[in-house]
């Protein structure tokens, strides 16, 4: 099915460092969002973004939708082990006579004590 | 708590038999989506109802079935299962068709 890219795929990083991860995509979409999933758990909302160009904080979270609308960021400042998971964007946009969100590939983010 | 529920949490059953997944939207919210995850995979649109009625379609295979009652849950039918339908399957719902989703806690289906 389709999908959105996200990268990185995976990365590990030591408590305190800050982690940035993309999402891109060949078409537009009117809304992003990011969501955390841990293990077992369903999806949980961290940011939605609604034009482009906004940039919106969560806490230690702050991500972005880009201005050609094909792309969004999530920036984690000063990671802590909680911090674990996968992470998805999601892209909204109305196409084809109707409302589709899309899911990315997910970035697995594992914090190193 | 996001405020969707899903049962069960956990299924286990045999191939080729008939499953029925429940979703409770939040309250109020009108659309609701299914998605299935398999096993360190993404997260995979199935279907949409928005008040009712089918909204749009995803990768569904026609042995999959989903509906939306008028109390607004929503059902998601599985027959003729297989092996590889083993997933963790996602409702979500929104207020409308164009605002964020909220997950529920998924139902784990295992087939043997």
């Known amino acids: 099915g389709q999908q959105l890219n996200q990268s990185p795929q995976s990365m590990f990083i030591q408590e305190g460092e800050d982690v940035s991860m993309n999402c891109t995509s060949s078409?537009?979409?009117?809304?992003w969002l990011w969501y955390k999933q841990d293990p077992g758990e369903g999806p949980v909302l961290l940011i939605a973004l609604y034009k482009a160009g906004e940039l919106t904080s969560n806490g230690r979270l702050t991500a972005q939708f880009g201005i050609t609308r094909k792309d969004s960021f999530l920036n984690i400042s000063a990671s802590i082990p909680s911090d674990v998971g996968i992470y998805f964007c999601a892209g909204h946009a109305f196409t084809s006579g109707t409302y589709k969100y899309i899911f990315g590939t997910g970035t697995r983010l594992k914090v190193l004590a | 708590d996001s405020g969707v529920t899903q049962t069960p949490k956990h299924l286990i059953t045999a191939t080729g038999q008939r499953v029925t997944l429940r979703c409770s939207p939040r309250s109020g919210d009108l659309s609701v989506y299914w998605y299935q995850q398999s096993l360190d995979q993404g997260l995979q649109f199935l279907i949409q109802y928005y008040n009712g009625e089918e909204r749009a379609k995803g990768n569904i295979l026609e042995r999959f079935s989903a509906q939306q009652f008028p109390d607004l849950h929503s059902e998601l039918n599985l027959s003729s299962l297989e092996l590889g339908d083993s997933a963790l399957y996602f409702c979500?719902?929104?207020?409308?068709?164009?605002?964020?989703?909220?997950f529920g806690q998924g139902t784990r289906l295992t087939v043997v």
């Open positions: 078409s537009i979409f009117n809304t």
């Open positions: 979500a719902s929104s207020s409308t068709q164009n605002t964020e989703a909220f």
